[in-house]
């Protein structure tokens, strides 16, 4: 795919978004959230958004959506997002995610689709049954990066093959259609270290990403989790029989050792080794009572946050409002740049 193209040169920005599937989990917020949070510090523009259309790809309830909806705002508020500061809204309130993503549809190419392994997964053996919008669901992941010509996207690290699929959108866009320009930046995930969040694994099985739809809660630490919940889902989370070793790479064949370790370190900040280095020769039966108390201090003001937001719907429905206000603002010119660029008739 097309690699020598002008270098963007436009003002940073910052786009992610996370499906509204269930409450947010520790997984969410150490791969992502907790990025979000960081990177409003800085002067970029930032759009967090509740990607509810992505949510449709698969059988919903459309009475629990707005609920979802809301809780996903919610976990974001909760977790530090800043809504004076970043735009957060739901990705149905701006047309223009839906306008664009129909263009990128005649952008990608079959076969960069049928290489997403997320697809494949969540389609399962019977892919034949599965609804369009879910195989063309990173084009519109695509459209919801570039319809602010974000630069920088913080995800983790699941998300890097669809990130990659919006660089090569961006790239077949400016090539096709922006006579030499590049129109669209090439995006840069924003992924953390391996080892510091980018990949939180299920409590029950260290081979499984930690994941809102496994249908086992005692697999994940919820957002909204109590101090009793968490406590008993680490201390019932799977181990082995061996002490915790004095190296990382003897982690290695270890999946479920490794993610309690890596655990440990991601909320605490430091590294897996320096969490060995601590705790070499101990058992689990002394490492995850540690483990559930850091968990638990950690969680607890998140916790705390979210009861108070949740309690108060119309707060956050005023939040998502304004939020789409200045999203639409900020998408209006680069779909009509698009729009141009494409050749729809002007009328
Ligand atoms: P979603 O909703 O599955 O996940 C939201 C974010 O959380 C990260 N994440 C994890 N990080 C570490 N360990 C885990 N176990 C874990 N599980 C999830 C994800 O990498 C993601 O950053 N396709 C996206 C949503 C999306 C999007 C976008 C993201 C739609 N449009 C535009 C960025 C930009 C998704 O399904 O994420």
């Known amino acids: 795919m097309s690699d020598a193209l002008p270098v963007y040169t436009g003002p940073e920005r910052i786009l992610s978004g996370m499906q509204p599937t269930g409450g947010l989990h520790i997984g969410n917020y150490l791969g992502a959230l907790k990025h979000w949070v960081r990177l409003q510090e800085g002067k970029a523009d930032c759009f967090y958004c509740v990607v509810d259309m992505h949510a449709i790809t698969v059988a919903h ?62 389609a399962g053996k019977d892919a034949e049954r599965a609804s369009v919008g879910l195989f063309t669901y990173p084009v519109l992941q695509a459209a919801d990066i570039l319809i602010y010509k974000a630069t920088h996207v913080p995800v983790g690290e699941d998300q890097k093959q669809h990130l990659e699929l919006s660089r090569d959108i961006a790239a077949r866009f400016n090539r096709d259609f922006g006579a030499g320009e590049a129109v669209l930046p090439l995006p840069e995930p924003v992924i953390p270290p391996s080892g510091a969040g ?130 639409r603002a900020a998408a209006e010119p680069v779909i009509a740049q698009v729009r141009g660029l494409v050749g729809y008739w002007k009328g």
């Open 61 to 122: 309830d459309p009475a629990d959506l707005p609920g979802r909806v809301r809780a996903a705002a919610a976990a974001y508020l909760a977790a530090g997002v800043d809504p004076s500061r970043s735009a957060v809204f739901a990705q149905s309130a701006v047309p223009a995610h839906a306008e664009l993503a129909w263009i990128f549809q005649c952008v990608a190419r079959l076969g960069w689709l049928e290489r997403m392994t997320q697809f494949k997964d969540k």
């Open 198 to 327: 980018a990949r939180i694994m299920s409590l029950k099985d260290g081979t499984a990403k930690m994941s809102k739809s496994d249908p086992s809660d005692n697999s994940r630490i919820n957002l909204n989790d109590d101090a009793d919940t968490i406590a008993r889902k680490i201390k019932k989370a799977k181990t082995d029989a061996e002490p915790l070793p004095a190296s990382t790479a003897e982690l290695d064949a270890r999946p479920e050792a490794r993610n309690l370790v890596g655990l440990y370190a991601a909320l605490t900040g430091v590294s897996a080794q320096a969490v060995l280095d601590d705790h070499a020769g101990q058992g689990f039966g002394a490492f995850t009572p540690k483990l559930a108390e850091i968990a638990v201090e950690f969680i607890a003001p998140i916790a705390g946050e979210y009861a108070r937001l949740i309690a108060d719907p119309a707060e956050i429905d005023r939040i998502l409002t304004s939020g789409a206000e200045r999203a």
